[in-house]
């Protein structure tokens, strides 16, 4: 079990917010200000339309930015894609990769989600790679071998010292209000923790692996002692400051 790694909170705003919603962030920065290095890393990731506000606002305090997706390649004629050099420009750290809403809504592959993540390492973005199973998958007793086969295919076995983040999301229970069980939780956690160490010998221990899925204020307190359970991804519940601080405060 590895619980001793510094735990990550982030905050996944998907395809919301507007300007206005800049004070939201202002709130976490007012809140967070003078927290001591115990205090959990926290990542916030905005639509990119404000990562470049957001970041004025984020200046100087130790709250990270994050992309929600890139393309592949660093520049080029793609109409309407972001790549890694554009949001690390506009002030991000990290971009999640392999969202299940981008799997579904973009048909992203495994094999495509490497490759966006090796341009991420290239601009200096750590990589969040999502991994998860369908209700489906999970009912047919397939979600381990599953999880296993996006593992494999999406997270780059040679990341030297880089910062990578691996994020097990079930996709039945994003946005669902539905989580798994503590003992699915885990049995997952664990076994995630176990191919990183196969498939990374020497890093795969350091590597933080989130929980993601219908994270709430109510919830967290019992995730967060989860076994190999390094923090949290919250999508709903951290577009309102208010929200996502009560998360933040469970791992103080
Ligand atoms: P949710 O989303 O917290 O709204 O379920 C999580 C995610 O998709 O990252």
Redesign the pocket.
């Known amino acids: 079990m590895t619980n001793a790694l510094r735990p990550l909170v982030a905050g ?1 705003w998907k395809m919301n917010g507007l300007c206005e919603s800049l004070g939201e962030i202002q709130t976490i920065v007012t809140a967070c200000v003078g927290a001591g290095a115990e205090a959990p890393e926290i990542v916030i990731c905005p639509p990119a339309t404000l990562l470049m506000a957001a970041s004025d606002i984020c200046q100087d305090c130790r709250i990270r930015l994050g992309g929600q997706d890139c393309h592949s390649e660093a520049f080029g004629a793609h109409t309407g894609d972001l790549s890694a050099p554009m949001l690390a420009d506009a002030g991000a750290s990290y971009v999640i990769l392999g ?1 299940s809403e981008r799997r579904a809504d973009h048909g992203e592959t495994d094999h495509m989600i490497m490759t966006k993540a090796r341009t991420a390492f290239r601009a200096n973005l750590a990589p969040i790679i999502c991994v998860g199973e369908t209700k489906a998958q999970r009912e047919a007793g397939e979600a381990l071998s599953v999880v296993g086969e996006q593992l494999k295919g999406s997270v780059p076995v040679d990341p030297g010292a880089r910062v990578m983040v691996v994020a097990y ?1 079930p996709v039945w ?3 669902t209000g539905l989580i798994p069980t503590a003992a699915d939780i885990v049995e997952m956690h664990d076994f995630i923790r176990a191919e990183l160490c196969r498939s990374l010998p020497g890093r795969g221990e350091t590597i933080q692996i989130l929980y ?4 709430k204020p109510e919830n967290v307190s019992e995730i967060s002692k989860l076994s190999n359970v390094n923090g949290v ?5 951290s577009l309102k400051a208010e929200d996502f601080l009560k998360i933040i405060a469970v791992y103080r």
């Open positions: 996944n969202h999301e229970a994003i946005g993601g899925g219908s994270v991804l919250v999508g709903g519940a």
